[in-house]
């Protein structure tokens, strides 16, 4: 009885470590040096992506889908005053994620491309001339990203908390990209896992 007892006893604590460290690795944020913090406001009931952004408290932007596309969901990024000053379009892919082309104040920026990756998604980042500039990747859960450039240095990064769709973002004061970019790279990545979401619950 007691080798019984003595075995459940490390088998409890054992599991007690696992789900602390679980949960310690969903609360616990890397350094990333001095930053601009976004909060990305996902609204619930509508038919496409809608998603509000505020920069450091303040209203920034708002990202919009289109409700007349079924299969892939662009989004639209319109500033306070309802101008369109970001887009990006959708490629769609049947192994990795959709790949999409990103556009700032009608220029194309850079291009977001799937990665086939067994747990979590991947993506690289490439620019107006194919050059690749950055990587980004996302845990299984969809609660942590992190973008890294060609370096391995640290970014920018996303997280959120399990089984909500609000999420935050973090911009490094040494990320080279335009922040209007990597806002919607991140949410390009949020729209392509929510769409999977749907598509898998129907």
């Known amino acids: 009885m007691k080798k019984v007892t003595r075995r459940n006893l490390i088998c409890v604590v054992v599991a007690f470590v696992v789900v602390i460290g679980v949960l310690l690795s969903f ?3 890397k350094d990333i040096g001095t930053c601009t913090k976004y909060k990305c406001d996902v609204k619930n009931f509508r038919l496409s992506t809608t998603i509000n952004i505020s920069k450091e408290g303040e209203n920034f932007a708002k990202i919009k889908g289109n409700i ?3 299969i892939t969901d662009p989004l639209t990024m319109y500033d306070s005053n309802e101008r369109k000053i970001a887009y990006a379009g959708d490629t769609y892919h049947f192994i990795a994620q959709d790949s999409h082309s990103i556009y700032v104040n009608d220029e194309s920026l850079i291009e977001m491309v799937g990665r086939f990756k067994l747990f979590g998604e991947a993506y690289d980042i490439y620019d107006e001339n194919q050059n690749k500039i950055a990587k980004v ?14 370096e391995g240095n640290l970014i920018a990064d996303y ?3 399990l089984l909500f769709k609000d999420f935050n973002v973090r911009i490094s004061d040494k990320c080279d990209l335009n922040e209007k970019a990597v806002l919607m790279i991140f949410c390009s990545y949020y729209s392509d896992q929510a769409a999977d979401a749907k598509a898998s619950s129907n």
């Open 27 to 29: 609360f616990s944020k």
């Open 159 to 161: 997280n959120s908390f």
């Open 137 to 150: 990747t996302f845990n299984f859960f969809n609660t942590k990203g992190k973008m890294y450039d060609t």
């Open 68 to 70: 007349l596309k079924f």
